[in-house]
């Protein structure tokens, strides 16, 4: 029995080992990744501020991998022929019994004119780099910021992240006075996150605004980006030195190749509760790769779901069990819809830090939290430790 992974990062290594973990020799466990190493993505943040190097959050996926009986192959899948039973890489081709898809997300730079050549993207190990080459170049020449996210955007937790260690960042630096904070948010309002906000979240967030003396614009799209400035979809415009928008997220270029997997245009993978593909019983997906509707009411401005850390690994988890369970003949699938995974995420304000907790991450809610901690970012950096520790280990059956 072949079960071929595509994409190893939280989701996908998580699937991969928990499979081999508990089927052993009778499966032989393929992953493919295009990249050598583990990344921990929600460190990404603190690398264009120097807080951390990217060495610091990056563990080598094949000696880990090897250990735990996984086959690791460094290689980028291009498409996958679901009839053929077939995943072809730019160096070769890999046939499948079970084909769990957990490749993450791509970014789509071409959603505002001037996106890709007048902002900083954060999000990837080379992104978070230049960022930090140009908020040197900046520090010598500082003026007005605008920080944020795009129309269509879902992963606004790490831009208001970046928001606040970057505001920390610049009176580090003793030049906050010389510059005009702005954030920009499709969010009808401050901590929306595209799970309709949490109790006390917006007023939490607008006293961080005040305090920090941040121009917030709620509601707004981004009609273009020059190198000056950033015009917005209600007409005005901020000038702006130095920018950092998060975009919105589509599906890899391999899913966006490959018509068997009937995708909806945002190329994510349409799955039902158990994360098996809608129709194609021996295709799986887990993580961001996985297609989650808004069940909030779209304002002005769309805006997506955030798809974090904690519902990648836990749909990795799921995604393992039902496999699991098929290659035994069992019909007895766990199912787990996106929305009903409980909310664990902590967001990082510089040095300070907002711990969100929930039963489920849409509503209804039983209960919801969220927790600020103004002393020091003691949870964020538990949890990086924690994570960095587990990943190193391979030990994907811990939460
Ligand atoms: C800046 C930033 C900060 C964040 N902070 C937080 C946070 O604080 N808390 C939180 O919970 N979440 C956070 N997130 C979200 C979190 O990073 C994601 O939820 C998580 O990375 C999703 O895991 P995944 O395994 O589904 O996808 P990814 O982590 O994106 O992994 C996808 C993997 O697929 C591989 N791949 C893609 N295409 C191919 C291909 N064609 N062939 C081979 N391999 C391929 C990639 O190399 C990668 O290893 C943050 C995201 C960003 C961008």
């Known amino acids: 029995m072949k079960v071929l992974v595509v994409g190893g990062n939280f989701a996908g ?36 501020i120097g807080r951390r190097e990217v060495d610091d959050i990056m563990v080598p996926r094949e000696k880990v991998l090897a250990k735990k009986g996984v086959k690791f192959v460094l290689d980028t899948a291009v498409k996958v022929d679901t009839e053929a039973q077939v995943v072809h890489t730019e160096k070769g081709k890999y046939d499948y019994d079970h084909l769990i898809i957990a490749t993450g997300p791509k970014v789509r730079f071409d959603v505002v004119p001037g996106l890709k050549e007048h902002t900083m993207y954060i999000g990837t190990p080379v992104g978070a780099m230049q960022t930090r080459e140009k908020l040197e170049e900046f520090k010598r020449n500082p003026g007005p910021i605008v920080i944020g996210a795009t129309q269509g955007a879902g992963c606004m937790g790490a831009a208001y992240e970046f928001l606040f260690n970057l505001e920390k960042w610049l009176r580090d ?15 009808p309002y401050l901590g929306h996150f595209g799970i309709d906000g949490m109790p006390l979240g917006e007023a939490m967030l607008k006293k961080f605004m005040d305090l920090f003396n941040i121009t917030y614009h709620t509601n707004v799209g981004v009609e273009e980006i020059t190198a000056e400035k950033v015009v917005l979809s209600n007409g005005s415009e901020i000038e702006s030195r130095f920018k950092m928008l998060m975009p919105p997220f589509t599906g890899v270029d391999f899913i966006e ?11 994510f993978i349409p799955t039902l509760p158990s994360y098996r593909h809608e129709t194609l019983t021996n295709v799986w997906a887990a993580g961001l790769a996985v297609n989650v509707a808004p069940t909030f009411e779209q304002g002005e401005v769309p805006f997506g779901v955030p798809k974090t850390g904690y519902p990648s690994d836990v749909t990795g988890k799921v995604v393992a069990h039902n496999v699991i369970n098929t290659i035994k003949g069992i019909d007895k699938m766990e199912e787990k819809p996106w929305g009903e995974i409980p909310g664990l995420c902590v967001m990082d304000a510089g040095e300070k830090e907002v711990i969100i907790l929930s039963n489920s991450l849409f509503k209804p809610r039983v ?8 002393i020091f970012d003691f949870f964020k950096v538990f949890l990086e430790k924690y994570f960095m520790w587990k990943l190193k280990r391979g030990l994907s059956y811990l939460p």
């Open 13 to 48: 290594s998580t699937a991969a080992m928990e499979i081999k973990r508990k089927l052993g020799k009778s499966v032989d466990v393929t992953l493919i990744d295009r990249n050598p190493d583990f990344i921990y993505v929600p460190s990404l943040i603190w690398v264009p």
């Open 173 to 187: 630096q003793k030049i906050r006075k010389k510059v005009d904070l702005h954030w920009i948010t499709p969010e």
């Open 257 to 267: 190749n490959s018509p068997g997997l009937n995708c909806p245009a945002n190329q």
């Open 367 to 374: 209960f919801a939290l969220m927790i600020p901690n103004v």
